[in-house]
């Protein structure tokens, strides 16, 4: 009896181990202040998205802004950027986040990395909307808030 107890006292004792370990080096949620500044920011971004508002887009762009998309590839720059959404989402797509879906967390030194899902329409063709999960970097220098990398994946049309 005593040789089959104690493996299974040690297996548990590691697997408590190895849980606690992992429960420890997970990253930390974003505080409430840091949680606000960057929904508000996400809000900021987007409502000029929504309505062309360039000049407001470009203050929140780093120069060397890196964005990948499931569907085009990768754009590098922020005028790329902004040709981009000037020529292609202007006046032909809006975007919103899916609630409950905003995730945000403190990257040392650094900022913040958002991640979420959001929903674009379709003005016009109300039956056109579609979902993507997405996740950006945000770079607080100087007490300037800027993107600096932009992964948006998993387009799909929305699922009534």
Same mark, same amino acid.
């Given at each position: 009896?005593?040789?089959?107890?104690?493996?299974?006292?040690?297996?548990?004792?590691?697997?408590?181990?190895?849980?606690?370990?992992?429960?420890?080096?997970?990253?930390?949620?974003?505080?409430?202040?840091?949680?606000?500044?960057?929904?508000?920011?996400?809000?900021?971004?987007?409502? /000029?998205?929504?309505?062309?508002?360039?000049?407001?887009?470009?203050?929140?762009?780093?120069?060397?802004?890196?964005?990948?998309?499931?569907?085009?590839?990768? /754009?590098?720059?922020?005028?790329?950027?902004?040709?981009?959404?000037?020529?292609?989402?202007?006046?032909?797509?809006?975007?919103?986040?899916?609630?409950?879906?905003?995730?945000?967390?403190?990257?040392?030194?650094?900022?913040?990395?958002?991640?979420?899902?959001?929903?674009?329409?379709?003005?016009?063709?109300?039956?056109?909307?579609?979902? /993507?999960?997405?996740?950006?970097?945000?770079?607080?220098?100087?007490?300037?808030?800027?993107?600096?990398?932009?992964?948006?994946?998993?387009?799909?049309?929305?699922?009534?």
């Amino acid at each position: 009896m005593t040789k089959i107890w104690l493996p299974s006292a040690l297996s548990l004792w590691v697997l408590l181990a190895f849980t606690y370990a992992l429960a420890q080096s997970q990253a930390p949620a974003a505080t409430d202040e840091l949680f606000k500044t960057i929904q508000a920011l996400d809000t900021k971004f987007f409502d /000029a998205y929504n309505h062309c508002d360039l000049a407001t887009m470009s203050a929140l762009i780093a120069e060397d802004l890196e964005f990948y998309h499931d569907k085009t590839g990768l /754009a590098v720059g922020r005028q790329t950027l902004l040709d981009g959404i000037k020529n292609n989402i202007c006046n032909k797509v809006t975007r919103e986040i899916v609630p409950g879906t905003l995730e945000v967390y403190p990257i040392a030194n650094y900022g913040a990395v958002e991640i979420g899902v959001h929903r674009f329409h379709h003005p016009g063709e109300p039956g056109n909307v579609g979902e /993507a999960k997405f996740v950006q970097l945000w770079q607080n220098k100087d007490g300037a808030w800027k993107i600096t990398r932009v992964i948006s994946f998993d387009h799909q049309p929305l699922k009534q």
